[in-house]
């Protein structure tokens, strides 16, 4: 198998395997803190490579590129992986799975309103199977303890990659033309303190027991350290490779069998049940992405 397709393929497959461990450990580590450990460790990862590889540092970046990458820090790394582990609490690993097929005609739709990048029909047409993928296979299930977190983790999942989308779109130019293990390690640092910032003032007196319960937590690091490393370091650092490597759009389509992925590894490792409603609505969003990034 060319490079290209094996680190896309990776990518998926490690990110998929890291959604499985932060639904284990989010059954007793809210969102918020499962979010700033992750965060925390990835960042720890990316800073040793950055000790290891010091060309990849970059200087003289505009003040205007400073604030972008904040932003994108702030809202695609903070707000959106909180926003994702909380649906992740919420619906189980393979409604969520389903429900992040919503990222790549969230692509497209930013592009479109933010870039005046040009839609398709083929990309509406994506577009469209992925809304009706999610809405056929989102379901009571025993995961899903009410249908007000069914409702709730579906419009976090989905709110969650639209936040993403624009994160990662107002900064591709400096992703283009830079390290990337740079601006990851930029984006994660910038997270980090929005995210103890954050803990200050929801936990007022409280940090150490809210914030930092993964780091009190030391029996659930043999879980939560492996979902640090594959997900937001290993993953990112095969993603990148696979867009280098590849078209944008194989690349995308190796990256969305994470939710086939996922849906198999929840239904053998986590014993959530696998319904013909969740196949076909997973079938449908699945396809859905496909032709979005075919596009």
């Given at each position: 198998m060319p490079v290209g397709d094996l680190c896309a393929l990776a990518s998926g497959f490690v990110w998929s395997i890291s959604i499985i461990l932060m639904r284990v450990s989010g059954l007793t580590v809210p969102p918020l803190a499962l979010n700033f450990f992750k965060s925390v460790v990835a960042l720890l990862f990316f800073a040793i490579l950055l000790l290891i590889?010091?060309?990849s540092w970059m200087s003289n970046l505009p003040a205007e590129s400073h604030l972008r990458l904040i932003a994108s820090?702030?809202?695609g790394i903070s707000i959106a992986d909180t926003m994702v582990a909380a649906a992740l609490n919420r619906l189980g690993a393979s409604l969520q799975a389903l429900a992040d097929c919503v990222y790549s005609p969230a692509i497209a739709l930013v592009g479109f309103l933010m870039f005046g990048e040009i839609l398709s029909p083929l990309e509406l047409l994506g577009g469209a199977l992925v809304?009706?993928?999610?809405?056929?296979?989102?379901?009571?299930?025993?995961?899903?303890?009410?249908?007000?977190?069914l409702a709730s983790g579906v419009l976090?999942?989905?709110?969650a990659h639209i936040i993403l989308a624009v994160s990662i779109l107002i900064?591709?130019?400096?992703?283009?033309?830079?390290?990337?293990?740079?601006?990851t390690s930029y984006r994660y640092l910038i997270a980090v303190i929005a995210l103890s910032l954050w803990g200050l003032v929801k936990y007022p007196g409280q940090l150490q027991e809210k914030l930092f319960l993964g780091f009190r937590r030391i029996k659930?690091?043999?879980?939560?350290?492996?979902?640090?490393?594959?997900?937001?370091?290993l993953a990112t650092l095969f993603w990148v490779a696979g867009f280098k490597f590849l078209d944008a759009g194989r690349a995308a389509i190796f990256n969305q069998l994470s939710t086939v992925f996922i849906i198999t590894l929840a239904y053998f490792f986590l014993k959530e049940r696998f319904t013909k409603r969740k196949a076909i609505g997973?079938?449908?969003?699945?396809?859905?992405s496909i032709v979005v990034a075919m596009q």
């Open positions: 590889m010091p060309d820090g702030i809202f809304v009706s993928g999610v809405f056929v296979g989102v379901t009571m299930t025993p995961e899903v303890k009410n249908k007000w977190d976090l999942a989905a709110g900064v591709r130019d400096i992703y283009r033309d830079g390290s990337i293990i740079w601006v659930l690091w043999k879980t939560m350290i492996p979902m640090a490393f594959l997900g937001p370091f997973t079938a449908l969003a699945v396809a859905g």
